[in-house]
């Protein structure tokens, strides 16, 4: 298996939601991240987990919060979001820090 | 702040040319670079990956060159097909702790038959 599963693939939410993105990995990755990327721009590092301990924060607002609940699985909760976050939202693995990273197919988020 | 950058936003050529993407990096203490490919509506796809104590890797249809002298990257795709057609990001890490992979900007190579 190697695959990182996101859920959902798309979602709409209103300034005033709560929601959580999901990711799963089963590939042993100790490493997991989170990326922002909006239309024709690269993505962009928000948070990084190595080995279920939050090793990066890109001065992510408060508003975005991480967990790694265990080792195969990383989630981010939403909560009182603007429309400027509309974007897709991409998680990825990798065995370690520094090594091959791999992308799932992202969750393209919607503010309204 | 320092970052990876690419030198064309878009490249297009025909069915069966060879297409050079090229990339040029300022950190210096990047050890490790990975080229990716996004096709529309779909995460970065993992194409071939080269440390800083190489300076070639081939896979198939696909060679990277590294330059640490100029701090350059470049990715080679052989027999360019439209299957091809997509963006391509180089990302560096500088290896230490705490940090990850930073992308580029992006270059959006266009293949016609």
């Known amino acids: 298996d190697t695959e990182v599963t996101q859920t959902p693939k798309h979602l709409v939410m209103g300034m005033t939601n709560k929601k959580s993105l999901k990711c799963e990995q089963h590939?042993?990755?100790?490493?997991m991240y989170w990326y922002k990327q909006k239309a024709k721009k690269p993505p962009e590092l928000m948070f990084v987990y190595s080995y279920e301990k939050l090793s990066i924060n890109e001065s992510v607002p408060s508003r975005f919060s991480p967990e790694c609940p265990n080792s195969s699985l990383l989630n981010l909760h939403l909560h009182a979001l603007q429309p400027e976050d509309s974007a897709l939202y991409l998680c990825?693995?990798?065995?370690?820090?520094?090594?091959?990273?791999?992308f799932g197919q992202g969750t393209r988020l919607t503010v309204v | 702040g320092e970052s990876v950058g690419l030198h064309l936003p878009t490249l297009s050529v025909q069915e069966g040319d060879n297409s050079i993407i090229n990339c040029a990096y300022s950190n210096s203490a990047s050890d490790y670079f990975i080229w990716y490919k996004q096709e529309s509506g779909k995460g970065p796809q993992f194409i071939i990956d080269i440390r800083s104590n190489m300076d070639k890797r081939q896979g198939q249809r696909v060679t990277v060159l590294l330059n640490k002298t100029v701090k350059h990257l470049s990715l080679q795709i052989a027999a360019t097909q439209p299957g091809d057609s997509a963006v391509y990001f180089c990302?560096?890490?500088?290896?230490?702790?705490?940090?990850?992979?930073?992308f580029g900007k992006g270059t959006t190579l266009s293949v016609s038959s």
């Open positions: 990302a560096e890490n500088i290896g230490q702790a705490g940090t990850a992979l930073i």
């Open positions: 590939m042993g990755h100790r490493a």
């Open positions: 990825a693995s990798s065995q370690e820090l520094n090594t091959e990273a791999f």
